[in-house]
Each structure stands twice: as C-alpha cells, then as structure tokens.
C-alpha cells in the first residue's frame, strides 16, 4: 500500500478478513477489492473481473520432535477421517494423535477439501454420503493459531499456508512440514504441479472499476512480484 501511494497518490486501506466474507464485502460495496486465497469458480470468474498474484501451497505440518517425514495421500485422508486413530497405526512412535482442520470459512479447508475429498461435518446440506473430516478435529480459525497449536503441542497435524509455515520455521518454532507421497512442497514443486496441495492467491473486484483497474496493472511491476517472493509465494508467469 506505502510503495502504491508513493508512485500513484493513490491510497489503499488495507483490511484483513476470510476469503468468503471479503467477496461479500465486494458485493455489497463495502470493499472494492478482495483478496481469495483459492482457485476461483467458474461463477466467480463470469461474475467478476479478477488476476492471479500468486500461488501458494497447503503444507500438512507436525511438532518437530515427531519422528515423521513424509505422509501418502491415502496416510493423510485416513488421519483426518478418523480411520487412522493413532500415530502408529501408520508406524510412527510418536505421542497421541491430535488433529488440527480449519473454520468453514477459510480457504485453506477448501483446498484441503478438494485435494482429501473429505468434507467438514459443519458444511451444510452435505449429500448423505459425504466422506467427513473426523468429528473431534480441532479447528483453527487462522494459520498463526494452527502454528502456535502445532508448535505446543507434540502430537499434533495441521493444514496450513506453506509460505507461513516456511515464515514460522525461520523464527525458530518447533514445526516440521511434511512431504506428501515424497514430495516436498518447494517453489520448484510448487509451480510445476508435482506438489499436489496447491491454491492460487487471487484479487477479484466489480468488473468496469477503473481504479481498481489501474492497480491491477500497477501490481504486475517487478517490484511486486519481488515483495511477492519475499513473502514465500511462488510469483506467477506475467
């Protein structure tokens, strides 16, 4: 917002809010812009006008004292469904299992959604068989309480924003993220796909808002995308 001023004298007022709720915000005109932090719908991308900033991954992390390395697919789907009650039952000494989902309304859940085919028991109108995330899962309302609960805690897993994680790791927090089926969630794995929980960071807003417009372009400069990377997000093609 401070570099966006300085070359535009044009101010932004920046809010911090979830996914679901600052579309709304767009809608109604109380925000001109939002950011989602997952792939778009196809409703999304008719309704309004939008660009991708970035991509980010949904890293499955544990305490770093867990003497675990890598998880399959199938290993994760079956700690978050309940199938998997202790850790070792998948072979792992380590202390009692203690899952850590996300809130409805976050867009890290979402992604985790997709990729699991498992649903949060608190959807609504879920058809009858719909497989569930375990009903005693806990559930983190931000990436700093999932990271701060999985630091404190030895037994723990959690879904979380990869560049937050990296972020935490760097200050000294005792977490661990997981390969899944052996692959590391790098800027390299990231980009090209073979990390398989992945989300795009978008901006969307009204279509016809030329100030929002003129931002838009403005973000696409080196200077951005450098911030971009600076961040922990793997900066998108222009």
Known sequence: ADAYYKETKEPLLVEGGVTESVIEKVVDGR?????????????????FAYTTIAIDAVAIIYNKNQKIKNLTKNELIGIYDGSVKKWKDIGCECPNLIVI????????????????????????????????IRSDAWEAESNINTLLWVAGLKGSIAIVSH???????????????????????????????????????????????????????????????KAVEELGFVAVDR
């Open 163 to 225: 560049a937050e994680a990296e972020r935490y790791i760097a200050m000294g927090y005792p977490i661990r993220i997981s390969t899944v089926d052996n692959i590391y969630p790098s800027n390299e794995s990231i980009k090209n796909g073979t990390y398989p929980i992945k989300r795009e960071l978008n901006l969307l807003w009204q279509i016809d808002n030329p100030k929002v417009e003129q931002f838009a372009k403005w973000i696409k400069n080196d200077s951005f995308q």
């Open 101 to 132: 989902s996300r809130r409805t309304d976050r867009a890290t859940l979402n992604v985790f959604e997709d990729y699991s085919g498992l649903k949060s028991p608190k959807r609504k109108n879920l058809p009858p068989n719909a497989k569930l």
């Open 31 to 47: 925000s001109q812009i939002a950011m989602v932090a997952r792939n778009l719908t196809e409703e999304e991308k008719n309704r």
